[in-house]
Structure formats: structure tokens, C-alpha cells
């Protein structure tokens, strides 16, 4: 590939023109994950609806760029529907700017956010996938970060296709220093509530480069306009993707491992833990506890920054033993949470579920020469039998069902393939840093 400088306009605009729509939408993509984190600047409630607005444009933006999208203009209208409402949430969050923002950051996060809009409909429009892929560039009045990201830029355009749709946003090295304390905010703002726990999963995923559910990802991209309106909109959109994932695990082989909810059954024994409260709280609780200490465990001694794709959806888990909790804790009327912890449940099934097919599916194949030593060593003493036993006698518990010897029967045989798998060759020399 000849050399282009991306920083002129006349090198660059005839290269975007020239490269596949799905190329183009997998550059502006990346460019809007880069600095999405700049859009929580603003104040609530502003920052809120700007928040999703973007998320929902940089959602649109990976799909077009997957491949999996049969016809990119079956979702237009969202799209520009997407644009559209960042543009009206900017011109919301514009008039309390500075307020609780300095000036520099609410440049930063309005620029940012105009990129991301344009990234949201970049297939139909070559000019607008530059503009969200330039959007790290924009807006940055330190020479230092601005080389930084550049560089980041430059190497974008050398990837091919595949790497760009599998490869970290960051090409497998820490956040720059300068986008640090924005990413920390970030995700500490979607982690807070389960009402963003899709959107905490699917940007972790998309900036290291695992993301899979691309079907999931689609449904997501065609909820109703009207849906992501309103000072309501987040709670919304949370319940339209609790509805499409429940309905989706309709759809997949269901494994042994995990019970099949019958509706009367489970209403019973809802009644029951509703019974006791208290400890159906602590059980819940409790059981959040321990996920989130093994999974932070493993995070610090595989030196990962993911999980592995087998465990994607156990990083969910953790937060509908929290809803759960919430649930049984609520002063709602006892129709409205029997109703409301029925569904808790079956949300916590259908993830443990997909986590069992998945961990299934893993083991048909082989773990040998997939992880490195010290992630082999992280994986048996963050996930082995205490975990597995907990988690275990966790599950049965809110299934109503007692514990046996099938379950998690994939969980416990996949902790033991990793026990004798062969690591991978450890790399023998680390990449250059571009680290500012």
C-alpha cells in the first residue's frame, strides 16, 4: 500500500472514496469508539441521553462494518434517526455547558459526539467515515496526544479487513495515558446500573476486538425510534434487549447442563423466594460477590483486559444477581415483583445457558496453544472448584432445582481442559509503544 497521509485532505479523501463501504464503516467505527468516552462530560440528565445516543450510533456504525448485515440500508432510518438524536441531545447538553465540565472537555465531548453521529451512517457516505474516523484528531490541542492517536490512525489504514474487524481499538496496547482518566469515568458511569450492563459487555468487546454477537447486535440496531426517546429512554432500551435476549435463547440448542424453565413452576418457587427476602438478597448478593472477585482476579494475573471468548457471557452474570437482589429489596406491590423477578430469573437462565453452550462448543475443539502460561495459571485459581461450586449451588438455588453432577457440567470440564492445555509460545519481542 502507498503511504497516505491521512492529515491532507486532497492524499485522503480520494483514498476513503476508493475503499469498500465496509471498510469505510469499520475505520469510522473505530474512530467513534476511540473518543465516545469524551461524551460523559456533560451533566445529568443531558449526559445520560447523549451517552446512549452515541452508543447507539457506534452501534450502527460496527454493524454496518461486520459483514453480517445482509442489506446496510434496512437500517437507514435508524441510522439517520441515530444522528439525529445526537444532534438534539448536543444541542440540549450545549445549554448547560460548563457547569459541571471545564470548556476544553465540552469541546472535546461536542466534537466528539458529532463524529460519532456521523459514523452511524458512513456506508451510505464516504465524507462521514472520514469524519468519525478523524474524530480522535479533532479537537485535541495537546501536539503530544494528537501524535499519539495519529499513530493509532496511521496504523488502521495499513490493517486489511479482517484485523480491522477482530483487532483491539487501541492495536493490543494500554489506553493512551491522555484518554485514561475519560475511559475510567466512562465505565465507571455504564457500570453503575443494570440498565447499561449490554452496553458495558459490548464496548468492553468491541475496543478489544472479541465482539461476536453480531445478530444480537442487529435486533439491538432495529429497536423502535420511539424506544430510545424520552428521559426514560435508558431504562427503555435496557427492557427491549432484555426481551430480545430472552427470545433469542429460544433459538439455540439448549444444554443439559441447565434447566428449562417451566412458566407455573417457576412462578411457585418465585413465591417462595419472595418468602425470604432477606436471605434471598444475601444469596443473590453473595453470589455476585464472588463472580466479580474471580473475574477481577483473572483480569490481574492473565494481565488481560477481557475474557476469554468462552467466558464472554459469565461477565453478565454478576449483574443479574444484583437485579435479582434489587428486585427482592424493592417496595413494590407483590404481583408487580413476583412478575418482575420471574423475568429476573429467566434472564439469569437464559445467560447461564448461553455460557454453558458456549463453554460446549469450546470444548469440542482444542485449548491447547490458546492461552499463555500465566492465563492458564490465572484461569485455574480464579475459576476453579470454589468458584464453579458456588456458582453451582448459586444457579440451582434461583432455578428451584437441586444441584447435580450435570450441572455446569461445561464450566467444570473446560476449568479442567485448561489444567492440562498446552500454552501458547510467549511472544519473543513486545511491539513499540506509542504511548504519549
Known amino acids: 500500500m502507498s503511504w497516505v497521509d491521512i492529515r491532507n485532505p486532497e492524499q ?21 469508539l476511540r473518543v465516545i468516552v469524551a461524551t460523559c462530560a456533560f451533566s445529568n440528565p443531558q449526559r445520560k441521553m447523549l451517552m446512549l445516543a452515541c452508543l447507539r450510533a457506534a452501534l450502527i456504525s460496527s454493524v454496518f462494518g461486520s459483514k453480517n448485515l445482509p442489506d446496510p440500508s434496512s437500517i437507514r432510518r435508524e441510522a439517520e434517526a441515530a444522528r439525529a438524536a445526537i444532534e438534539l441531545a448536543v444541542s440540549n447538553a450545549g445549554r448547560v455547558a460548563g457547569h459541571h465540565s471545564s470548556p476544553s472537555e465540552y469541546i472535546v465531548a461536542i466534537g466528539a459526539a458529532k463524529a460519532i453521529g456521523a459514523s452511524a451512517i458512513a456506508v451510505f457516505s464516504p465524507d462521514d467515515a472520514r469524519l468519525a474516523f478523524w474524530a480522535p484528531l479533532n479537537g485535541i490541542d495537546s501536539e503530544a496526544i494528537y501524535d499519539t492517536v495519529f499513530s493509532f490512525c496511521r496504523e488502521d489504514i495499513a490493517q486489511g479487513e479482517g484485523d480491522l474487524r477482530n483487532s483491539p481499538i487501541w492495536n493490543g496496547r494500554n489506553v493512551p495515558s491522555s484518554f485514561a482518566q475519560r475511559t475510567q469515568d466512562w465505565l465507571s458511569h455504564i457500570d453503575n446500573h443494570t440498565d447499561w450492563s449490554f452496553w458495558h459487555r459490548w464496548y468492553k468487546q468491541m475496543t478489544n476486538g472479541t465482539f461476536q454477537e453480531w445478530d444480537l447486535a442487529i435486533e439491538v440496531a432495529k429497536i423502535p425510534d420511539e424506544v430510545w426517546e424520552g428521559e426514560d429512554a435508558v431504562a427503555k432500551v435496557a427492557e427491549a434487549i432484555r426481551e430480545i435476549e430472552a427470545r433469542r435463547a429460544e433459538y439455540f440448542r439448549h444444554p443439559d447442563s441447565v434447566p428449562e424453565l417451566k412458566q407455573k413452576k417457576l412462578l411457585d418457587h418465585v413465591r417462595r ?13 453473595g453470589a455476585a460477590d464472588i463472580l466479580e472477585r474471580a473475574i477481577a482476579q483473572y483480569l490481574k494475573e492473565a494481565l488481560a483486559n477481557c475474557l476469554p471468548d468462552a467466558l464472554a457471557h459469565l461477565e453478565g452474570v454478576p449483574s443479574l444477581f444484583r437485579r435479582i437482589a434489587t428486585t427482592v429489596k424493592s417496595a413494590e406491590r407483590a404481583d408487580a415483583k413476583e412478575a418482575k423477578l420471574a423475568a429476573d430469573v429467566e434472564a439469569l437462565n437464559a445467560k447461564i445457558a448461553r455460557l454453558e453452550a458456549d463453554l460446549r462448543d469450546a470444548r469440542a475443539k482444542t485449548v491447547h496453544g490458546l492461552f499463555t502460561q500465566s492465563a492458564l495459571k490465572a484461569a485455574g485459581t480464579a475459576f476453579g472448584a470454589g468458584l464453579v461450586g458456588s456458582l453451582g449451588l448459586a444457579v440451582s438455588h434461583f432455578f428451584g432445582e437441586w ?8 464450566f467444570r470440564g473446560w476449568t479442567s481442559d485448561l489444567g ?9 519481542t513486545l511491539p513499540p509503544s506509542y504511548e504519549a
Do not use: I, V, Y
Open 273 to 285: 423466594l419472595l418468602e425470604s427476602p432477606d436471605m434471598t438478597a444475601l444469596a443473590a448478593e
Open 403 to 410: 444441584p447435580s453432577d450435570l450441572t455446569l457440567e461445561n
Open 12 to 32: 485522503a479523501k480520494p483514498w476513503f472514496a476508493e475503499q469498500t463501504p465496509e471498510r469505510q464503516c469499520l475505520m469510522a467505527s473505530r474512530g467513534a
Open 420 to 428: 492440562t492445555a498446552e500454552p501458547k509460545p510467549e511472544a519473543a
